[in-house]
C-alpha cells in the first residue's frame, strides 16, 4: 500500500534502542528515496511531548508501554505512569490536536487465568497482574474517549508478539528471543514451571496488519470496540522446544523453575469478532514465523 503518508514517532528507548529506528528508516528507503518521517525522542509521561507530536495528525498507533509481568510486580508505580497516565496524555492531546482516530495496544493478559478457551472479548476480565491491570484501565479510558469526546477509538488485544529485533538480553525480555539468543550461545533453557503452559504467540506481521485494517475501517461497529490480535492456535513451550531440536538437528537442555507469580497458564484467542468487523485473518501463522527468525538468526538450516 503505497501512501503520502507524514510519519511522525515517539519514543524514549527505555525498553528499545536507536538503531532499531535506523533499521526501519534504511529498509523503507528501499521502497521510497522521499520518506516522511520525523522522530522524536520524548516521553509519553510528558504533556508536552505528547503535545508536540500528535499535531497535525490523522491516526495515532499507541504501541508505547512498559511490558511484563516481572517488571511490573518490581515496579508498580513507574508501569502505572507509562501506561495508564502515558495513554491518558496521548488520548487527550489527540482531542486537543483534532485527530480522527485513535489505535490502542492493549494485550491478552486482561483476561487472567480464565479456564475458558478461546478468550472471547466479552467475557469479563480478570487481571493477575500489575500489567494487566494498567492495560484494563487503559482499555476503558480509551473506550470513553470515544463515548465522551467522539475520538474513534479501536483496542487491540495483542497475544504474545514475537518478531525481528526483539531484545533478548533484559531480564523482562519475553521467551521467544531469550530461548533463541540462549540457543545460539548453546546454552540451556530455563523454563519457569513443567513448560506445559500455552501461548497463542502472534508473530509481528499480523499485528502490523490488525492496526493497517483498523486505521482504514470505515465499520462504526469498530469504535469504542476492542479485538483479540492473534493466530488463533495454543502451541505449548515444550512443544516449541520440540520443534526447535528438530529445525536445528540437536539436542536442547532444559531447566525447569518454580513457575512465577502472575504468569497465565494458557492462552488462546477466539479470532471470530475481528474477523468479522476488521477482515483481519492471520498473515503469517506461529511455525511459519519461528522459522523464519531461525533463519534471519542464521541457527540452523530452517
Do not use: W
Not at 503520502?4 to 526501519?24: K, L, M, P, Q, Y
Not at 536442547?252 to 485473518?281: C, H, M, P, T, W
Amino acid at each position: 500500500m503505497k501512501k503520502d503518508f507524514r510519519v511522525v514517532g515517539i519514543d524514549n528507548f527505555s525498553t528499545g534502542t536507536e538503531s532499531n529506528i535506523d533499521i526501519a528508516i534504511k529498509n523503507a528507503s528501499r521502497y521510497r528515496k522521499d520518506l516522511n518521517f520525523t522522530f522524536v525522542k520524548g516521553d509519553i509521561r510528558s504533556y508536552k511531548d505528547c503535545e508536540k507530536v500528535t499535531r497535525k495528525i490523522d491516526v495515532v498507533f499507541h504501541q508505547a508501554a512498559l511490558g511484563s509481568v516481572q517488571r511490573s510486580l518490581e515496579e508498580p508505580i513507574e508501569v502505572n505512569e507509562v501506561n495508564v497516565c502515558g495513554t491518558m496524555n496521548m488520548l487527550k492531546t489527540s482531542i486537543d490536536n483534532n485527530v480522527k482516530k485513535f489505535i490502542f495496544a492493549s494485550s491478552s493478559s486482561v483476561y487472567g487465568d480464565s479456564e475458558k478457551l478461546p478468550k472471547i472479548e466479552e467475557m469479563p476480565l480478570n487481571p493477575k497482574s500489575i500489567y494487566a491491570a494498567t492495560k484494563v484501565a487503559s482499555e476503558y479510558y480509551v473506550r470513553l474517549f470515544y463515548r465522551l469526546y467522539g475520538l474513534k477509538t479501536i483496542s487491540l488485544r495483542y497475544f504474545n508478539v514475537f518478531g525481528k529485533r526483539q531484545n533478548p538480553d533484559s531480564i523482562y525480555s519475553a521467551v521467544i528471543p531469550i530461548f533463541l539468543k540462549n540457543l545460539s550461545l548453546n546454552k540451556k533453557l530455563s523454563v519457569f514451571g513443567d513448560g506445559e503452559q500455552g501461548r497463542d504467540f502472534t508473530h509481528i506481521d499480523n499485528v502490523v496488519y490488525a492496526n493497517l485494517l483498523s486505521m482504514v475501517s470505515q465499520n462504526h461497529k469498530t469504535y469504542g470496540n476492542f479485538y483479540n490480535v492473534a493466530c488463533g492456535e495454543i502451541i505449548s513451550l515444550n512443544e516449541m522446544i520440540k520443534f526447535l531440536e528438530k529445525k536445528l538437528n540437536r539436542k536442547i537442555d532444559v531447566f525447569y523453575k518454580n513457575k512465577r507469580k502472575g504468569d497465565v497458564d494458557k492462552s488462546l484467542a477466539s479470532l471470530k469478532k475481528i474477523r468479522e468487523d476488521l477482515g483481519y485473518k492471520p498473515v503469517k501463522k506461529f511455525y511459519r514465523g519461528l522459522v523464519d527468525l531461525i533463519k534471519v538468526l542464521q541457527l540452523g538450516n530452517a
